[in-house]
């Protein structure tokens, strides 16, 4: 089966700013021609999106991120960033990427393609 293979995240300090990657497990698929979505889960909260990037480049995000987070690909588009500004807290979450040739099934969470998840802790 194919997955994806989320990096990137740490322990930072509140302020802080971390770069989350998402790609293909093993370099076995390419994001090229999908759509892809980040998302965070903690165990107290539900699943929330975060940022999504279709594959004309046109971007979405929640508004508690607006302004702090960005998504991009790279120049390949087979990996799909998030850069993380302004950490808080509030941001500590496994963040998981999820993909789709459907964007409907992407912006829902309901994509073909998961990762593990990387976590990212927000504490002093």
């Known amino acids: 089966q194919v997955q994806l293979q989320e990096s990137g995240g740490d322990l930072v300090q509140p302020g802080g700013s971390l770069r989350l990657s998402c790609e293909a497990s093993?370099?076995?698929?390419?994001?090229?021609?999908?759509?892809v979505a980040w998302y965070r889960q903690t165990p107290a909260k539900e699943r929330e999106l975060v940022a999504a990037?279709?594959?004309?480049?046109?971007?979405k995000y929640a508004d508690s991120m607006t302004g702090r987070f960005t998504i991009s690909r790279d120049n390949t588009g087979n990996t799909v960033y998030l850069q993380m500004d302004g950490l808080k807290p509030e941001d500590t979450a496994v963040y998981y990427c999820?993909?789709?040739?459907?964007?409907?099934?992407?912006?829902?969470?309901?994509?073909?393609?998961w990762g593990q998840g990387t976590q990212v802790t927000v504490s002093s």
């Open positions: 093993g370099s076995a698929f390419s994001l090229s021609a999908m759509h």
């Open positions: 990037i279709t594959t004309s480049g046109a971007t």
């Open positions: 999820n993909a789709d040739q459907s964007i409907l099934s992407v912006v829902i969470g309901e994509g073909a393609y």
